[in-house]
């Protein structure tokens, strides 16, 4: 969960780039296993 550098007003839309960077970063890690 990496929230910082989010804006309260921009919560909504940083949560959904927090979704696809941690499925992105799910899928490398899967890939780098």
Known sequence: ???E???V???VRC???DTR???YELRV???AA
Do not use: A, I, N, Y
């Open 9 to 11: 007003k921009r919560e």
């Open 29 to 31: 890690m899967d890939f």
């Open 1 to 3: 969960m990496r929230l």
């Open 21 to 23: 960077v941690k499925s």
């Open 15 to 17: 949560k959904t780039q």
């Open 5 to 7: 550098g989010c804006k």
